[in-house]
């Protein structure tokens, strides 16, 4: 099963996607998610200059062996860029087998481990009759776990807060430049969550995502303020490049932390892991070497008792969404699936066989991922440029969005 010609189909219907349709001479096609939010163009060029020339001819059959070709036969490895696109080339092997197997792709991973996936939605809101109100409908939905981000009050523009649709990549000439004051947010936060404990009761489970925005002595702070509400997880609650940072944080606090949605290979996590600092991995496949390196991570994870927390916004496509579903439905140690609704638009050019119900998700019985890719209704909808915000403090310094 050779590979004949490997596309790169950017689009974008509700926002950009980066999509790599590789195809056999025996007429199957396998689809990769290559989008990297705010730095798509880079993946664009990547892939279409340097990687998809090297695939012609290849064995479509042969994942692992292509994918330490693209790791270590290139002297430039690691990073976001290099990263998304082996993952796209990697999912869109794994399609591809397991569409020849005429399975889905989940059984190749071992099979399930379990009837379906706990997925979390994100509420927000500018106070807390907007937020409960984002809850409520969210539980509606069948959400069975809710993350909660708030406005701060002195802060004009903050991360995580919506009115309608959530997508933090502006389609403009420029970044939009965030408000920021730890002091504000500390003091604001924990009455918060009390409020929405007192409202929804003790068994809901809660997480909330501080975004990197603060030192290790203030994430250890907010952590052991927050104890009494029982959140499910604490993310990223200091910027994730210093795994020692989260020691401090972690001899202060027994609320969970999870990160890792920056990190992209197994180098990023070790202290982490090993010194079991985090309780879930947030990695997304799409941002991580593909299914074939983020189940190493998770696999190696798993022997500390740490858990999946895979990444999964709007900026994770259908296709990245899906091959998530399949690895976290074959994993033993699964913890839950981030999971935001793409659009309508969206839905009509990838179209999918993944289903939500009751709060579960499950990537479907179709072979491979279970996600096809309509390249007329693509065509329609051409990039738009587009940044993720930055943050500023009050005196104007930048700070970690």
Same mark, same amino acid.
């Given at each position: 099963?050779?590979?004949?010609?490997?596309?790169?189909?950017?689009?974008?219907?509700?926002?950009?996607?980066?999509?790599?349709?590789?195809?056999?001479?025996?007429?199957?096609?396998?689809?990769?998610?290559?989008?990297?939010?705010?730095?798509?163009?880079?993946?664009?060029?990547?892939?279409?200059?340097?990687?998809?020339?090297?695939?012609?001819?290849?064995?479509?059959?042969?994942?692992?062996?292509?994918?330490?070709?693209?790791?270590?036969?290139?002297?430039?490895?690691?990073?976001?860029?290099?990263?998304?696109?082996?993952?796209?080339?990697?999912?869109?092997?794994?399609?591809?087998?397991?569409?020849?197997?005429?399975?889905?792709?989940?059984?190749?991973?071992?099979?399930?481990?379990?009837?379906?996936?706990? &997925?979390?939605?994100?509420?927000? *809101? $500018?106070? =807390? %009759?907007? @937020?409960?109100?984002?809850?409520? /409908? !969210?539980?509606?939905?069948?959400?069975?776990?809710?993350?909660?981000?708030?406005?701060?009050?002195?802060?004009?523009?903050?991360?995580?807060?919506?009115?309608?649709?959530?997508?933090?990549?502006?389609?403009?000439?420029?970044?939009?430049?965030?408000?920021?004051?730890?002091?504000?947010?500390?003091?604001?936060?924990?009455?918060?969550?009390? &409020?929405?404990?007192?409202?929804? *009761? $003790?068994? =809901? %489970?809660? @997480?909330?995502?501080?975004?990197? /925005? !603060?030192?290790?002595?203030?994430?250890?702070?907010?952590?052991?303020?927050?104890?009494?509400?029982?959140?499910?997880?604490?993310?990223?609650?200091?910027?994730?490049?210093?795994?020692?940072?989260?020691?401090?944080?972690?001899?202060?606090?027994?609320?969970?932390?999870?990160?890792?949605?920056?990190?992209?290979?197994?180098?990023?996590?070790?202290?982490?892991?090993?010194?079991?600092?985090?309780?879930?991995?947030?990695?997304?496949?799409?941002?991580?070497?593909?299914?074939?390196?983020?189940?190493?991570?998770?696999?190696?994870?798993?022997?500390?008792?740490?858990?999946?927390?895979?990444?999964?916004?709007?900026?994770?496509?259908?296709?990245?969404?899906?091959?998530?579903?399949?690895?976290?439905?074959?994993?033993?140690?699964?913890?839950?699936?981030?999971?935001?609704?793409?659009?309508?638009?969206?839905?009509?050019?990838?179209?999918?066989?993944?289903?939500?119900?009751?709060?579960?998700?499950?990537?479907?019985?179709?072979?491979?991922?279970?996600?096809?890719?309509?390249?007329?209704?693509?065509?329609?909808?051409?990039?738009?440029?587009?940044?993720?915000?930055?943050?500023?403090?009050?005196?104007?310094?930048?700070?970690?969005?």
């Amino acid at each position: 099963m050779i590979i004949e010609s490997a596309e790169v189909v950017v689009t974008s219907p509700d926002r950009n996607f980066v999509t790599l349709r590789v195809t056999t001479d025996d007429g199957l096609v396998g689809l990769g998610d290559a989008t990297l939010n705010g730095r798509e163009q880079s993946v664009v060029a990547y892939l279409a200059e340097h990687v998809a020339p090297l695939l012609i001819g290849r064995d479509a059959h042969r994942i692992e062996d292509t994918w330490q070709f693209l790791y270590r036969g290139a002297y430039w490895r690691r990073g976001p860029v290099t990263m998304a696109a082996i993952a796209a080339v990697d999912v869109a092997l794994w399609d591809i087998k397991a569409q020849a197997a005429g399975m889905p792709l989940y059984q190749l991973l071992g099979g399930a481990s379990r009837s379906g996936l706990l &997925a979390y939605g994100h509420a927000s *809101g $500018p106070d =807390l %009759p907007s @937020l409960f109100e984002e809850i409520r /409908r !969210l539980r509606g939905d069948g959400y069975r776990a809710i993350r909660v981000q708030t406005s701060v009050p002195g802060l004009d523009k903050i991360y995580g807060i919506s009115t309608g649709h959530y997508e933090p990549a502006g389609r403009v000439p420029a970044p939009v430049e965030e408000d920021w004051d730890s002091r504000s947010y500390l003091r604001h936060m924990p009455g918060v969550f009390e &409020a929405v404990r007192a409202e929804f *009761g $003790p068994e =809901l %489970p809660l @997480l909330h995502d501080v975004h990197h /925005r !603060l030192t290790p002595i203030q994430a250890a702070r907010l952590g052991k303020a927050l104890e009494p509400y029982d959140l499910f997880w604490l993310e990223d609650c200091t910027p994730a490049e210093d795994q020692e940072a989260l020691r401090l944080v972690r001899q202060h606090t027994t609320t969970p932390l999870a990160i890792g949605e920056v990190f992209n290979t197994v180098h990023d996590y070790r202290t982490l892991i090993a010194d079991r600092l985090i309780d879930y991995v947030r990695s997304a496949v799409t941002h991580t070497g593909g299914i074939t390196h983020l189940k190493r991570i998770l696999e190696y994870a798993g022997q500390y008792g740490i858990r999946s927390g895979i990444h999964g916004p709007t900026d994770i496509s259908p296709v990245g969404m899906a091959a998530s579903l399949h690895l976290g439905l074959a994993l033993h140690n699964f913890g839950i699936q981030e999971y935001m609704k793409h659009g309508a638009r969206t839905d009509e050019v990838f179209q999918q066989s993944f289903t939500f119900v009751d709060g579960l998700l499950h990537p479907g019985s179709q072979p491979g991922l279970g996600v096809r890719l309509d390249l007329s209704s693509a065509k329609k909808y051409p990039y738009q440029t587009a940044y993720l915000p930055i943050n500023r403090l009050k005196d104007g310094t930048v700070h970690d969005w």
